[in-house]
DNA sequence: CGCCTATTTCAGAAATTCCTGAAAAGACGG
DNA sequence: CCGTCTTTTCAGGAATTTCTGAAATAGGCG
């Protein structure tokens, strides 16, 4: 690996993230290359950065473009494909929302509700069911929150995000608040 | 594995998921068990109900324990060590974020402040730090809303949910809600 | 088409993670 | 302090994941 110390630290760090974060290393590295370099990078550049192999980089790419945090880029007058990360931080954010609620709550969900239909043939089970209803109901309340927030334009978000710790203090006195907002969208 | 279908589909399930969320099958499966069941459960009935080793069990449990997802919890009249899951899953859901935030996001936001402090020694790096400050202000917004957010009260927890939408819709009309709020906090 | 360059696939090697059984350590009552 | 029951540790085998090099595929261009 032959990179500017401030980069290597960087990419080093994210090889080693990887794993917490259900990637492997090299994918972790080739992101955050991708994502500090001011140029969209070709496969070769990569290989040479980071000193892995070839079909490794392929397949770290394959994976990155399906999780839609790395693009095709094409140059003029070069064959070759080009690759870079989005630059808005926030689409980001959003994609990576996205694509681990896709991998790591759908399909919870969906076995959820499939057991929730079968009818209980024991007082185990129908504790059990009691269980997997409560979650259910869990998960739903935050992803019908999340599919909300998640259409929000940056700006509107950040706005909401800033505006979170203010809404907090005001929900402790929630009698009074909500007689505002109902109050606010009757008069609007 | 000997269990009534149902908790045993669930058991699978989590088992199955396990590496997606960064935990094992066995750990996950154990979670599930101890989640859905009536009772503290201990470590020979978890080795009889999902077919595992002993020492297995024992790790998986520490881990567990070491998430804060599974409690042990002492009957009178038994030496052995029982466990359980918190009953309630609004306080599993914020010990989830808790640790994970503790595991995925605080050691990067640690790395990201630490290369921000050098100085950039090259074009090259003085982007790369550019596009690090840019990710480490995301993250910065992310954790601050999320660190008054996790201090609700599950009411509360559960009504900024609920409002979430609502909120949004109002803040597409943005000058208006922050003018609404400013009045408000003033006449408090 | 034939040639050249770029990319993907994939079998198996390498590395890592997971799991087990055996042994050690711990805890308590007698 | 011994015997019994329980839990933990840990070396090494099993399983899984990651990575590589070689071969196959793809995609122009003349």
């Given at each position: 690996m032959n990179l500017p110390p401030l980069v290597q630290a960087f990419v080093l760090h994210f090889g080693e993230m990887g794993s917490r974060w259900g990637i492997n290393r090299t994918v972790g590295?080739?992101?955050a290359l991708l994502y500090v370099s001011p140029d969209p990078?070709?496969?070769?550049?990569?290989v040479d950065a980071l000193g892995v192999s070839r079909s490794n980089v392929s397949m770290g790419l394959k994976e990155l473009q399906a999780w839609n945090l790395v693009l095709p880029k094409h140059l003029p007058n070069d064959r070759r494909d080009h690759f870079t990360t989005p630059d808005d931080v926030w689409q980001i954010l959003r994609t990576l929302a996205e694509e681990r609620k896709k991998r790591?709550?759908?399909?919870?969900?969906?076995?959820l509700r499939e057991l929730l239909m079968q009818t209980p043939a024991s007082d185990e089970e129908r504790h059990a069911q009691a269980r997997m209803a409560e979650m259910h109901g869990l998960i739903e309340r935050v992803t019908t929150w999340y599919d909300d927030v998640k259409r929000l334009e940056t700006e509107n978000l950040v706005t909401l995000l800033a505006l979170g710790?203010?809404?907090?203090?005001?929900l402790e006195a929630k009698d009074k608040v909500i007689g505002l907002v109902r109050g606010r969208k009757e008069a609007s």
């Amino acid at each position: 690996m032959n990179l500017p110390p401030l980069v290597q630290a960087f990419v080093l760090h994210f090889g080693e993230m990887g794993s917490r974060w259900g990637i492997n290393r090299t994918v972790g590295q080739i992101y955050a290359l991708l994502y500090v370099s001011p140029d969209p990078l070709n496969a070769e550049q990569i290989v040479d950065a980071l000193g892995v192999s070839r079909s490794n980089v392929s397949m770290g790419l394959k994976e990155l473009q399906a999780w839609n945090l790395v693009l095709p880029k094409h140059l003029p007058n070069d064959r070759r494909d080009h690759f870079t990360t989005p630059d808005d931080v926030w689409q980001i954010l959003r994609t990576l929302a996205e694509e681990r609620k896709k991998r790591e709550v759908d399909p919870t969900l969906s076995v959820l509700r499939e057991l929730l239909m079968q009818t209980p043939a024991s007082d185990e089970e129908r504790h059990a069911q009691a269980r997997m209803a409560e979650m259910h109901g869990l998960i739903e309340r935050v992803t019908t929150w999340y599919d909300d927030v998640k259409r929000l334009e940056t700006e509107n978000l950040v706005t909401l995000l800033a505006l979170g710790a203010k809404v907090t203090r005001l929900l402790e006195a929630k009698d009074k608040v909500i007689g505002l907002v109902r109050g606010r969208k009757e008069a609007s």
